[in-house]
Antibody, heavy 123, light 110 residues
Framework: EVQLVESGGGLVKSGGSLRLSCAAS????????MNWVRQAPGKGLEWVSS????????YYADSVKGRFTVSRDNAKNSLYLQMNSLRAEDTAVYYC????????????????WGQGTTVTASS | QSALTQPASVSGSPGQSITISCIGT?????????VSWYLQHPGKAPKLLIF???SRPSGVSNRFSGSKSGNTASLTISGLQAADEGDYYC??????????FGGGTKLTVL
């Protein structure tokens, strides 16, 4: 079964740090572009970051640039998000999501999502 | 990076068709044919319905269809069913190689 499982969320003081992990299983992880998407309580989806299979194309939303760092370990089938200088507005459910692939072609649509991990940044 | 603009809510009766709009700019929706649509039920992860403006992933009903004109993309749901109720989000790839989501549209099936 194709699956993504996030972990590492929790309660952290504003200004603190947290590292999220996303464990992939059921598919060959290395070729896929992976994304982090978050959803604040009662709000809509917000794209946070994406990283391609070789980790040579990495992009961030302006709201997290300079504070968050995305990385991956293809040998461990894992995606990470290091979050520093956390603010109250970073409070959200964080999802990892895989970009769609069909017949060896890759697309800008996220077809597999984890269940999410909750981050609460509070003063 | 402003969010794409969607109506806050739409509604329809079972069997009817509804359309949800998604307004962007020439830097996102209008720049490429890389618009996708998602359905999210309460407490659940989003589900991909449409990618590349008009394409459906395997397993998604053909009652869902997408289109685009200029900076505006649209999702049409035909033969509305109770299970279609939920929050719909559009998303686009941008000229900065980032992604942007719409604010979301709550669909109510009357």
């Amino acid at each position: 079964e194709v699956q993504l499982v996030e972990s590492g969320g929790g309660l952290v003081k504003s200004g603190g740090s947290l590292r999220l992990s996303c464990a992939a299983s059921g598919f060959t992880f290395s070729p896929y572009t992976m994304n982090w998407v978050r959803q604040a309580p009662g709000k809509g989806l917000e794209w946070v970051s994406s990283i391609n299979g070789r980790s040579n194309y990495i992009y961030y939303a302006d709201s997290v640039k300079g504070r968050f760092t995305v990385s991956r370990d293809n040998a461990k089938n894992s995606l990470y998000l290091q979050m520093n200088s956390l603010r109250a507005e970073d409070t959200a459910v964080y999802y990892c999501a895989r970009d769609l692939a069909v017949a060896g072609r890759y697309f800008y649509g996220m077809d597999v999502w984890g269940q999410g991990t909750t981050v609460t940044a509070s003063s | 990076q402003s969010a794409l603009t969607q109506p806050a809510s739409v509604s329809g009766s079972p069997g009817q068709s509804i359309t949800i709009s998604c307004i962007g700019t020439s830097s996102d929706v209008g720049a490429y044919n890389y618009v996708s649509w998602y359905l999210q039920h309460p407490g659940k992860a989003p589900k991909l319905l449409i990618f590349d403006v008009t394409s459906r992933p395997s397993g998604v009903s053909n009652r869902f269809s997408g289109s685009k004109s200029g900076n505006t993309a649209s999702l049409t749901i035909s033969g509305l069913q109770a299970a279609d109720e939920g929050d719909y989000y559009c998303s686009s790839y941008t000229t900065r190689s980032t992604r942007v989501f719409g604010g979301g549209t709550k669909l109510t099936v009357l």
